[in-house]
């Protein structure tokens, strides 16, 4: 089975970066017969600085998701942070995330899986592989049709996070979907002077590990200048970089 891709920017900045991302994906798609889901957030809501940029916001984030999605037909994934936002955002998206340190509030898992779209639950930074046996066992017994988990590193020590890629093979056992998130997985959170920090050049590495151990997918924030990104900038594949890296995963 092929594997599957998941790419876009952090948060939702401008339609012009949308667009930008989305001609991208869609080229690379035609190129390499690929089925890239375009990923962006209308609300980041877990920022460290109450300063930090948020996005657009619920009703005129979804209008530029929805917009991308007619204009280049592709598939879409956002998160939710509240229960409310579920039915709405499932109305517009392919896949509702879940946030991990989210994964175990149980009305937000119920909310998803009520809308009948794809669920994908992040693997808390404080939750082993398989303790993720829980909120899947929430989702599936609300409803949900197909569960993905995705595996993001854990919590070690201070401003740091540890991959353990045997959790790929612990949440295989509960879901068949398990996808690498290559980019937060390198985030040294609240390490930037009030911002999240972290180290891109790790990112094809910690693909292609995850692809060793078994890997179904792959989860990529990407951006034109990351450097110049309003949310975890540090963390994001440069743009031009992610057909080279899915050229090598697949």
């Known amino acids: 089975m092929s594997p599957i891709f998941i790419a876009g920017p952090c948060v939702i900045e401008s339609q012009e970066l949308l667009d930008c991302v989305a001609e991208t994906l869609l080229r690379i798609n035609r190129k390499l017969g690929t089925n890239i889901i375009f990923k962006s957030s209308f609300d980041k809501a877990n920022r460290t600085s109450v300063r930090s ?24 994934l956002t998160d939710i942070h509240e229960s409310y936002q579920a039915s709405p955002v499932g109305e517009v998206v392919d896949v509702i995330q879940i946030p991990a340190f989210l994964c175990r509030q149980t009305d937000l898992l ?26 899947v066992e929430k989702a599936r017994d609300a409803g949900a049709r197909e569960i993905w988990l995705t595996e993001r590193g854990n919590s070690f020590g201070y401003n740091n996070l540890v991959v353990d890629f045997r ?31 972290g180290d891109r050049r790790f990112i094809p590495s910690m693909a292609l590990a995850a692809k060793a151990f078994g890997a179904g ?13 309003l949310s975890d900038g540090p963390n994001m594949l440069e743009l031009d970089q992610l057909e080279n890296l899915i050229t090598q995963l697949i």
Do not use: W
């Open 53 to 76: 940029f948020r996005g657009p916001g619920l009703d005129k984030g979804l209008q530029m998701l929805a917009d991308v999605k007619s204009k280049y037909g592709l598939r879409l």
């Open 110 to 135: 119920v909310s998803a899986a009520r809308t009948g779209r794809i669920v994908n639950i992040k693997k808390a930074q404080f939750l082993s592989g398989r303790d993720m046996q829980y909120p």
């Open 167 to 197: 959790n790929i093979a612990d949440m295989q056992a509960f879901v068949p979907t398990v996808i690498m998130d290559c980019t937060h997985s390198v985030q040294r959170p609240g390490a930037g002077n009030g911002t999240t920090g």
């Open 217 to 229: 997918g792959y989860f990529f924030e990407v951006h034109p200048n990351p450097d110049q990104g």
